[in-house]
Structures are given as C-alpha cells and as structure tokens.
C-alpha cells in the first residue's frame, strides 16, 4: 500500500474486496489469471491514484467496471465522504452480479447499473465529477462514451497502457482534445486527463 496510503478503514473494505473477488473468479473471469499475485499493486493501487488526480471528485462514474477496477476501488475510497456515489455501468449481467455483491459487503456508496456502456448518460442521474475507464477501449471510442458527462462539467480520467502516444493520435483526428498525461506510479502506463472534448466536423 505504500504506492497509494490509505485508511485502516478503507484497507479492511478492499481486504473484503479481494476475498470476495478471489472466491468470484473462479466461476467467473473477472481478471487476468496472471495478474491475480499482484492484485494490491496491479489493480488496487493502479485504480486508487486516480483519487489524487481529483481529490475534490466526490461522484464518480466508472465505464465497463468488469471486476471493479477503479470503479470499487474508488467507491470503497470514497465510503467515508459525505455525499459520494460511485456509479458503475457494466454491460455483462455476471459481472454486474458480481459488482453489486461487492458494493454490499464493502458498504461503499456505489450504483450498478446494467447497461451498454453507450447507454449510461441516461441512467446516471445528478452531476458527475468525474468519469472513468481501465482497459475498456480505445482512447477516440471511450471519449465518445464519455463525452456526454464532459459535456455537463465531468473531468476524464483513463488509464492507458504504453502505446497511449498512438492512442492520442489517432484520438485527434475525431475530437479537438487537449489532454494532460500522468504516469502511472504503478507500472508503465498512463493516465490521460482531459477536461473537455469538442468532436470534428
């Protein structure tokens, strides 16, 4: 935990986090096998940094959650802030199962919602701080998911791999963005930020 500190009490909800993600996983994929000795630095710390790059984001909404990457993480972070939401849209009924089991047993302040990712402005009601994707899809696609939130005032935070530079690239020949890129501190990928997103005509 030394990559991204936190609470006792956050720490005992990812702790229930994780037993209740390694007794789902083997029924259902949630991440990669390989990955699963590595969870506390992979994943739980890869999504928690993100809470320092908007510290005053208190509802959030996590697109194609999966096995709840950053979307739990940042719910569990978030469960001692007055007024936070977590929402998170996931697309395969299992694994929404499996997302909603985990808002329970961690009490954090989170929203499942069963959706195509496309669909999830219509169901996010109230504002939304910031929006957020891991591993989802390409950079141009997930500002169009997203861009409808960036439209009412939502920051972007997507965690990238290492061939972000190409992902910019071809993000830019659709939409006139100005993004702001942060390194990873767990490994070597990035973070892209962007405030606001205009398509091309």
Known sequence: MKL???SRETEERLDRYIALLREWQAKTNLVAPSTLP???TRHIADSL??????????RWADLGSGGGFPGVVL???????????????ERIAKKAAFLREAIRVTTSPGVVHLAE?????????GPVDCVTARALAPLHQLIGFAEPLMRQGAKALFLKGQ?????????????????????SRTGDGWIVELDAAERRS
């Open 49 to 58: 940094q993100l809470v320092d790059l908007a510290p005053a984001a208190k």
């Open 163 to 183: 061939d972000v530079e190409a992902e910019l690239t071809e993000a830019a020949k659709y939409w006139n963005i100005r993004p702001q890129l942060h390194q």
């Open 117 to 125: 990712i496309g669909d999830n402005v219509d169901r996010i009601t």
């Open 4 to 6: 991204a500190p936190v």
């Open 38 to 40: 590595n969870l506390w």
């Open 75 to 89: 719910a569990c972070a978030m469960a001692g802030t007055s007024g936070a939401s977590v929402h998170l849209v």
